[in-house]
Nanobody
């Protein structure tokens, strides 16, 4: 059973930074798709950023230039550095990986105050 555990969320003022981490219970070396999603209150879950096994990245328009996704294959983690945070970044952030099927973490709350 694959488990994902997110951490690093919290309360931060607008303009601040947070670094989220997602630890996988399996080796991520060969996982081709690892991604972060978020869900704001009353809204559907939305894509934030993804990283492929070769290191190529993809970002949602509202994350590009402010967020950076990275992966550490040695530690089996995928990270999301979030800078210049805005109140609209508030939500629960989830890690997602695909190994024959998709797996999700339990989420970590990010709250950005104005």
């Amino acid at each position: 059973q694959v488990q994902l555990v997110e951490s690093g969320g919290g309360l931060v003022q607008a303009g601040g930074s947070l670094r989220l981490s997602c630890a996988a219970s399996v080796s991520i070396f060969s996982i081709t798709h690892m991604a972060w999603y978020r869900q704001a209150p009353g809204k559907q879950r939305e894509f934030v950023a993804a990283i492929a096994s070769g290191g190529s990245t993809n970002y949602a328009i509202n994350a590009k230039g402010r967020f950076t996704i990275s992966r550490d294959n040695a530690k089996n983690t995928v990270n999301l550095q979030m800078n210049s945070l805005k109140p609209e970044d508030t939500g629960v952030y989830y890690c997602r990986i695909i190994i024959l099927r998709e797996y999700w973490g339990q989420g970590t709350q990010v709250t950005v105050s104005s």
